[in-house]
């Protein structure tokens, strides 16, 4: 939900920042003057100042103009694949996992190993689709797992068999329940002879993951990515997983997607890999995202091959837009240019105006705070 700086809500309620954060250790919550806190933490702390707090969502205004709470008939809906985030502690195996099966090699080409990024995969099992999202286990990377969450179907979380349950394992357990994503556990690295499985269970029972074969309902899968061991069933579990879900969005209406991943190219300009997530994104299509907008220029799927077109739960990189957006803003089809233009321009103003009250707001506090 909605956020709130330490700050600011000292300033609505009339209090100094550190009466605020007296009172927010009270509640066993660690923040400065400059961290959010979120909207229920705020609320009892206003209450505790015998005040009503009303938290005014500023976004909405402007994202309105795209229905996102537009609810499609259900009989414009159709099935779409799964969209699952691999996730885990840094080194795990996420990115091996993910290249055992695409029976690809992704790793090798990363600078030193690690994924900076997230990088998106449909693949075919069966006759059927699955689309991949990769995450990075190194703790800086918080907010993209946290985002892989939210745009995903299924989490797949990777525990090295040799390591066990550590805090980014933790972490991405907390996200996927957070979303109410179900969560398949892949205890990976089992041809290692210090693999230990029962060791993994224990520690997963202790984090209310409980296996099925220990009497619970989390689905375990042994696997060895080095080795391609596991991995079908492992497929397999996916599959069924996502067939319990009945996913489906509709395919025929202006593309709604997420940003999983941008950058800017000497030579091809602003590149973006957009998640589609409702209709369906086409060459041509007039987009905004965050500050930017634009006319797709051209679509390339996952394999760098050029598509005209791309429906839901598809991952795609786009060009043609006027900057790089950020990772996890929302892309939107608009009608024409104008109204694209119009809420750039707006996200723009709404962003300037946020920077403008957020230095206008430099106290006594916060000159003591840099001392
Ligand atoms: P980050 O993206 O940096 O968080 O790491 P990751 O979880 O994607 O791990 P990655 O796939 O890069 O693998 C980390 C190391 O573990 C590499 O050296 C892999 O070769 C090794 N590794 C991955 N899977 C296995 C496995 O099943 N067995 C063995 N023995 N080594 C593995
Ligand atoms: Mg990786």
């Known amino acids: 939900g909605q956020n709130i700086i330490v700050r600011d809500l000292a300033d609505k309620l009339g209090v100094n920042a550190s009466q605020i954060i007296t009172k927010l250790i009270g509640l066993g919550v660690m923040a400065n003057q400059n961290q959010n806190i979120d909207a229920d933490t705020a609320a009892i702390v206003a209450d505790e100042f015998g005040k009503t707090l009303?938290?005014?969502?500023?976004?909405?205004?402007?994202?309105?103009?795209?229905?996102?709470?537009?609810e499609d008939n259900p009989k414009d809906l159709r099935q779409r694949p799964p969209v699952v985030t691999v996730m885990g502690h840094v080194d795990h195996g996420k990115t091996s996992l993910l290249d055992a099966i695409r029976q690809t090699k992704v790793t090798v080409s990363e600078a030193g190993g690690i994924t900076q990024h997230i990088g998106a995969?449909?693949?075919?099992?069966?006759?059927?689709?699955?689309?991949?999202?990769?995450?990075?286990?190194?703790?800086?990377?918080?907010s993209m797992r946290a985002r892989g969450a939210s745009i995903t179907d299924i989490a797949i979380l990777v525990v090295a068999a040799d390591d066990g349950v550590m805090p980014q394992t933790i972490e991405a357990i907390s996200h996927a329940k957070a979303a109410e994503v179900p969560i398949i556990v892949a205890i990976n690295k089992i041809d290692k002879p210090t693999a230990n499985i029962d060791r993994i269970k224990q520690e997963l029972v202790e984090n209310d993951l409980l296996p099925e074969d220990w009497g619970g309902e989390t689905i375990t899968v042994p696997v060895s990515a080095r080795d391609k061991t596991g991995i079908d069933e492992l497929?397999?579990?996916?599959?069924?997983?996502?067939?319990?879900?009945?996913l489906k969005a509709n395919p025929n209406r202006n593309a709604v997607g997420t940003i999983v991943?941008?950058?800017?190219?000497?030579g091809m300009g602003p590149m973006a890999t957009v998640l589609v997530q409702k209709g369906t994104l086409k060459v041509g299509d007039m987009v905004v995202s965050g500050t930017s907008s634009g006319r797709i220029r051209a679509m390339f799927d996952d394999k760098g091959k050029r598509v005209k077109k791309v429906g839901p739960s598809m991952p795609v990189v786009i060009l043609g837009l006027s900057e790089v957006p950020n990772a996890g803003d929302l892309l939107y089809?608009?009608?024409n240019e104008k109204i694209a233009r119009n809420y750039a321009q707006r996200k723009k103003e709404q962003l300037r105006e946020e920077q403008l009250k957020s230095r206008s707001k430099v106290s006594l506090e916060d000159l003591f705070e840099k001392i």
Do not use: C, R, W
């Open 54 to 70: 009303v938290v005014e969502d500023e976004k909405s205004d402007v994202d309105d103009i795209f229905d996102l709470d537009h």
């Open 121 to 142: 995969y449909s693949v075919n099992v069966d006759d059927k689709k699955v689309v991949f999202l990769d995450t990075p286990g190194h703790e800086a990377f918080t």
């Open 235 to 246: 497929l397999e579990m996916i599959l069924l997983v996502a067939e319990m879900q009945e």
């Open 261 to 266: 991943e941008a950058q800017l190219d000497k």
């Open 333 to 335: 089809v608009a009608d």
